[in-house]
T-cell receptor
Framework: DVKVTQSSRYLVKRTGEKVFLECVQDMDHENMFWYRQDPGLGLRLIYFSYDVKMKEKGDIPEGYSVSREKKERFSLILESASTNQTSMYLCASRSKGGGAYGYTFGSGTRLTVV | GQQLNQSPQSMFIQEGEDVSMNCTSS?????WLWYKQDPGEGPVLLIA?????ELTSNGRLTAQFGITRKDSFLNISASIPSDVGIYFCAGDYNAGNMLTFGGGTRLMVKP
């Protein structure tokens, strides 16, 4: 069964901490994405990557960075966590050229910054 | 970035009722997808539509790809409590890398 695995389901971090959210996929997909989800705001794209070491800003990249050193792993980094980054974070992957079935999502990481 | 217009934003219905939700766009898409997100989980694909006018069913779910390629709807018949969740539509123009999502419809079902 193909999978996108997010390393933590729940995280609580302190303001100012550097936070790493990890995402690993086992489908050999080229494309990987990070979204955040907040009530009433839908899914907002933070960053995406089309290949190893490549990254592109999405709609809300401020306060975040990413790392893609290996094809299967896409990390989201909160350089200095703030309370307004409390949210549900979703990772997704997709094969190059789209794939017939869109994205495969991870189960999400619910981050609380206190 | 662009978002699809998805409505309604939320629905609170009685178990056994039918449900209808839709998405519209100012741009055309070549593929429409419908996802469901259970509480506390990531979205999971329910139905994929690839041709204008296509009507596809998956159990109690039925979805249609609008003729204009700018809209899609999802119907759920005889709702049950486990239908609770957030339903997202998504459009894909050129089988490219990124989907465009609707804002989601939160469905609540009263037993």
């Amino acid at each position: 069964d193909v999978k996108v695995t997010q390393s933590s389901r729940y995280l609580v971090k302190r303001t100012g901490e550097k936070v790493f959210l990890e995402c690993v996929q086992d489908m050999d997909h080229e494309n990987m994405f990070w979204y955040r989800q907040d009530p009433g705001l839908g899914l907002r794209l933070i960053y995406f990557s089309y290949d190893v070491k490549m990254k592109e800003k999405g709609d809300i990249p401020e306060g975040y960075s990413v790392s893609r050193e290996k094809k299967e792993r896409f990390s989201l980094i909160l350089e200095s966590a703030s309370t307004n980054q409390t949210s549900m974070y979703l990772c997704a992957s997709r094969s190059k050229g789209g794939g017939a079935y869109g994205y495969t999502f991870g189960s999400g990481t619910r981050l609380t910054v206190v | 970035g662009q978002q699809l217009n998805q409505s309604p934003q939320s629905m609170f219905i009685q178990e056994g009722e039918d449900v209808s939700m839709n998405c519209t766009s100012s741009s055309i898409f070549n593929t429409w997808l419908w996802y469901k997100q259970d509480p506390g989980e990531g979205p999971v694909l329910l139905i994929a539509l690839y041709k204008a006018g296509e009507l596809t069913s998956n159990g109690r779910l039925t979805a249609q790809f609008g003729i204009t390629r700018k809209d899609s709807f999802l119907n759920i018949s005889a709702s049950i409590p486990s239908d609770v969740g957030i339903y997202f539509c998504a459009g894909d123009y050129n089988a490219g890398n990124m989907l465009t999502f609707g804002g989601g419809t939160r469905l609540m079902v009263k037993p």
